[in-house]
């Protein structure tokens, strides 16, 4: 937990509680007409054969009535193209 409790001297405020994350994320989508292998050979369709991309990140936690609000932000490690990162905003439970 980061902090739950800010103490402005005069008057002390609960806050909801605060958890700092990091995580490392790595999957695949694809379906039955897909192939999937653990890495591609140059010069194939990425559209029939799949292979695992890998994100690492860090985001905050915020508890607030029974749910989580969450905001993530995610780099992704296999797409040397993109140099930018995804910013996430989410209401409610993990899966």
């Known amino acids: 937990m980061i902090f739950n409790f800010l103490d402005l001297g005069f008057v002390p405020l609960g806050l909801p509680p605060v958890d700092g994350v990091f995580f490392f994320d790595m999957g695949a989508a694809f ?3 897909d192939q999937l ?3 591609r050979r140059p010069g194939v ?3 029939w054969v799949r292979e695992p991309l890998a994100a690492i990140g ?3 936690r915020v508890n ?3 749910n989580v609000f969450r905001l993530d932000y995610a780099y992704p490690l296999d ?3 993109s140099r930018s990162g ?3 905003l989410s209401f409610g439970p993990t899966f």
């Open 31 to 33: 379906n039955s007409f």
């Open 37 to 39: 292998t653990w890495t």
């Open 79 to 81: 797409r040397p193209h």
């Open 64 to 66: 607030i009535f029974y």
């Open 86 to 88: 995804i910013w996430s």
């Open 58 to 60: 860090g985001g905050i």
């Open 45 to 47: 369709d990425p559209y």
